[in-house]
């Protein structure tokens, strides 16, 4: 099991290496994070100890559970689950250093007013619906920037970029106008040059399309099944969030 995860997390970083240098991108851009869902902790052990650093999960009951097990081991928490707004206080209780599924100003709003209690703030990342699927989270296309410009007044929000799930789909085309267009947001806003507000990561691609998403400018790969293996838990039990890595 452990050679499992270690060979596994070497073909991903291969592959990470190959797309960048396809791309005429440096592999230092661009970061693994491990998607840890419905994995154990000491599944999760034998990543850290091969020099990853990047973990996150899908639901706060997971990132509670997996506290204690884990913090001894140098890494940073990043959530990737759509957050509800009654959970905020125990995302700040599990040290998670970067919010990717901001998508909604009310969510962001009450995130900042637990923050600015506790004297503490976080970096976040903009979920955007470049699929414009019904059944997946994220703020519209079109509403982006109207978003990003009222989240910005929020001094304990540090938007550091976006996030998207692209289309699960198998015909590689569909799936990169997904990730393009989160990529001309991104340049769209960085030319608006707003306050508080930097655009340096765009958090997308997983198991299957990181290959693509790197070469469309991913700076940030969410990797679980080609790292952990098929998950024993039925993808229902996550609802939208099984599309998370």
């Known amino acids: 099991m452990n ?5 596994n997390i070497n073909t991903v970083r291969h592959r990470i290496k190959e797309a960048c240098q396809k791309n005429g991108r440096d592999p230092q851009e661009v970061k693994l994070l491990l998607a840890t869902k419905t994995v154990a902790a000491e599944r999760i052990k034998i990543a850290l100890q091969t020099g990853q650093t990047l973990i996150a999960e899908n639901k706060v009951q997971e990132l509670k559970e997996k506290y204690e097990d884990l913090k001894e081991i140098p890494h940073n928490n990043h959530f990737i689950g759509h957050l509800q707004t009654n959970k905020i206080k125990e995302i700040l209780k599990y040290n998670v250093s970067c919010v990717h599924s901001i998508d909604r100003f009310d969510l962001a709003q009450k995130l900042h007013q637990r923050l600015t209690a506790e004297n503490k703030t976080i970096d976040i990342l903009i979920q955007v619906n470049t699929s ?28 550091k970029g976006l996030m998207t799930i692209g289309l699960l789909s198998a015909e590689a085309d569909r799936v ?52 952990f293996g098929q998950r024993n838990t039925p993808d229902n039990y996550y609802w939208n969030e099984n599309l998370m890595e």
């Open 132 to 159: 414009y699927e019904e059944s997946k989270y994220g703020a519209a296309p079109d509403q982006v920037i109207d978003l990003v410009r009222q989240i910005s007044v929020f001094n304990t929000l540090h938007i």
């Open 176 to 227: 990169r106008k997904c990730f393009q267009l989160l990529k001309q947001i991104q340049q769209e806003i960085i030319r608006l040059d707003i306050p508080n507000v930097t655009m340096q990561e765009l958090s997308m691609g997983m198991s299957g399309d990181l290959d693509i998403a790197i070469a469309e400018g991913a700076t940030i790969v969410r990797v679980g099944t080609a790292i």
């Open 3 to 7: 050679s499992t995860i270690i060979d």
